[in-house]
């Protein structure tokens, strides 16, 4: 069994070991193949029914910089928050402890819903401390609830046997990162090596829309201080033997947040949709999406499709959406960078505040060959947040349901502002109705 580590000791643990970066991690694209002998097995059959999704919220405070759940905001189906109290319960004590790590670590940490639907909810903590020099302390956790008793879910509780997923994994980081130190051996020794970060509970994982996947967080497989954060993803349809029967299917559609630049799997079978990162800058909002294998040189698969947004970003929030019939869309929030004429004009401290502080969505489609824009009917946000007024939560609407999400219109007041939306035909936000 994995022994679990308190997550103040796991990141003191990761910490300890490196220097502080005020830049952001480094990652390299995950692994995504699978291994000789398995042959992708038919649809899955199951009768346990689809997950549906959860409707959830995240909110920021940004004096100390943490990211907590807004808790009361979970319902499902028109159900409110009172059928999930166990989970409310257990994401209640989550954000206590945000509040202690805050007070003795000083901890920076984000948080990205990987899932949330009636059976799981998985999120991952993006980590970061600095205190000076060349180097920050980051590291990356995964969390994962089940969604009907609110208890965390253990090893044993999602995957058949350690050995199996070892060897798995073992055969993903040597495909992936062939350059690595840790990949010069067989890999019966590197699936050794992951089982022994397993055993000393150092390894983190989530479990996503179409697999899990897996966190090596800096020192644990390479004595490298420069070495990325390394990712494996196995899937349900490639990997069906890792995991327990209840947690083997996935959704028929739903959306996931991604972090920005760590390259994710999200999608099932061989297909150019294998990974995904999105990355901004005040050049442009960059997409890179990937084939079934990544070199050591980082590019995301040996077939890769790049495509650049000039929309001037100081920060994004993506969401990657897959719907029931196949399409696949991309919703980002961008920190919009004021331009440096915007500088020189010589605007108030109200005015550059607004400017400084305005999002907007983009939506791209991904389901074809090329990456493209879709131009959307409005200007909406996943901020909830209006300048000036404190007595408005600074939050974040979690994309979890394609067909029932939230998001703000811009321009208008922010009490009249909120929008009941789903992926229309297109792609882009169709508003079902105005809510208050």
């Known amino acids: 069994m994995i022994k679990a580590k308190p997550f103040a000791a796991a990141l003191a643990a990761t910490l300890s070991l490196f220097g502080a970066c005020p830049y952001a991690p480094t990652y390299f694209a995950p692994a995504v193949a699978h291994a000789e002998h ?13 997950p549906l999704p959860l409707r959830i919220n995240i909110f920021s405070e940004e004096e100390n910089g943490q990211w907590r759940f807004r808790s009361t905001s979970i319902n499902y189906d028109g159900h409110s928050g009172q059928d999930y109290l166990p989970l409310l319960s257990s994401l209640e004590i989550y954000n206590a ?36 020099g060349m180097r920050g302390r980051y590291a990356v956790f995964g969390r994962n609830y089940d969604a009907a008793t609110g208890e965390k879910l253990a090893w044993e509780d999602v995957f058949t046997n350690q050995n ?70 196995i899937l349900f349809d490639m990997n069906s033997h890792c995991f327990q029967e209840k947690y083997r299917h996935a959704p028929e559609q739903w959306c996931m947040e991604l972090e920005p630049r760590m390259p994710m799997r999200v999608a099932l079978g061989a297909s150019i949709m294998n990974t995904l990162e999105v990355k901004s800058d005040v050049n442009g909002v960059h997409i890179i999406r990937g084939g079934a294998a990544a070199p050591y040189n980082g590019v995301i698969g040996k077939e890769e499709a790049v495509f650049t ?128």
């Open 164 to 233: 199996v997923v070892a060897n798995e994994l073992a055969i993903l980081l040597s495909r992936n990162y062939p350059g690595e130190s840790f990949v010069t051996g067989s890999v019966p020794a590197l699936a050794a090596k992951v089982q022994k970060i397993f055993d000393d509970g150092n390894c983190s994982w989530t479990l996503d829309p179409c697999g899990a996947t897996f966190y090596f967080n800096m020192f644990s497989l390479s004595e490298d201080p420069y070495a990325p954060i390394y990712t494996a993803t």
């Open 38 to 50: 398995e042959v992708p097995p038919a649809a899955i059959e199951t009768d346990l029914g689809t």
């Open 97 to 132: 402890s945000q509040d202690e790590e805050a007070d003795h670590e000083r901890i920076i940490k984000s948080l990205y819903v990987h899932r949330a639907d009636n059976l799981v909810v998985s999120f991952v903590e993006s980590c970061a401390q600095y205190g000076g």
């Open 309 to 436: 947004d000039p929309v001037r970003s100081n920060g994004i929030r993506p969401v990657f959406v897959k719907m029931k019939d196949g399409r696949k869309y991309l919703y980002v929030d961008c920190l919009i960078a004021p331009t440096p004429e915007d500088y020189e004009k010589g605007y108030d401290a109200q005015k550059m505040t607004e400017l400084e502080n305005r999002h907007e969505l983009f939506v791209y489609d991904l389901t074809g060959d090329e990456i493209r824009r879709v131009e959307c009917d409005g200007n909406f946000t996943m901020k909830n947040e209006f300048i000036g007024d404190d007595s408005i939560p600074k939050e974040w609407f979690v994309m979890t349901d394609p067909e029932n999400f939230k998001l703000n219109a811009t321009g208008v007041p922010l009490r009249e502002a909120h929008r009941r939306c789903r992926v229309g035909a297109d792609g882009s936000p169709e508003v079902i109705e105005a809510i208050q």
